[in-house]
């Protein structure tokens, strides 16, 4: 019995340092170097501003930070914060809408669209903070974007931190944040006079 009791004990302690070795292991970010310097190349031969772009992974997780601005002078990250995916179930049942962005150009889709935007006129919204960001898109993935008014806005349910594993909740295709970060945003916008990349990736 005592014999017992002893490998019980070890088998626990052995199962306890296990699970401290796995949750100890370093998080692998992911290497965005070859979107940077697509980025950068693309800002510079069509004129956008130079010094930083918006990039989003909707491959990662709603509950965590996947809105990236990426800082060109100093080459690196320099924030980044929750934001939303469309729900893609318009025209089709969509059972994993929160766990994986769908895409789609069509019209009155609610989905996602992937692909480069330049951020144009600022404007009034009646979500968040009252303030949007008009989106042009400029390639076949999201050249509806303007029409079906898929706007970079905020929105009171959004959270500013990680929410992992919850899901954010989700939105007919805007790209929506926080209100503080948009508040961050807006403020970045305001004083750049060259329009701004915003790249959504999966």
Not at 39 to 57: G, H
Not at 76 to 88: A, E, F, Q
Not at 174 to 194: R, Y
Request: glycine share 4%; aromatic share 14%.
């Amino acid at each position: 019995m005592i014999r017992i009791t002893i490998l019980l004990l070890f088998s626990f302690f052995s199962c306890a340092d296990a699970n401290k070795k796995e949750t100890n292991q370093p998080i692998v970010e992911k290497d965005y170097s070859t979107t940077h310097a697509e980025a950068l190349t693309f800002c510079k031969a069509n004129n956008f501003c130079a010094d930083y772009y918006f990039l989003i992974d909707m491959s990662i997780h709603s509950g965590k930070n996947r809105f990236y601005t990426y800082s060109f002078k100093e080459n690196k990250i320099v924030d980044k914060k929750l934001v939303t995916h469309g729900s893609c179930d318009a025209y089709e049942p969509n059972s994993t809408k929160y766990q994986k962005a769908k895409y789609s150009n069509r019209a009155e889709s609610h989905c996602s669209s992937k692909g480069k935007y330049k951020i144009g006129k600022r404007d009034y919204s009646s979500w968040g903070i009252n303030v949007k960001y008009w989106l042009h898109g400029l390639e076949e993935s999201n050249s509806n974007a303007k029409d079906r008014v898929v706007v970079l806005h905020s929105w009171d349910a959004v959270a500013d931190v990680e929410i992992y594993p919850t899901y954010s909740p989700l939105s007919w295709g805007c790209p929506a944040v926080s209100n503080n970060f948009m508040k961050q945003l807006d403020a970045k916008l305001k004083q750049t006079d060259k329009p701004v990349l915003l790249w959504i990736i999966d």
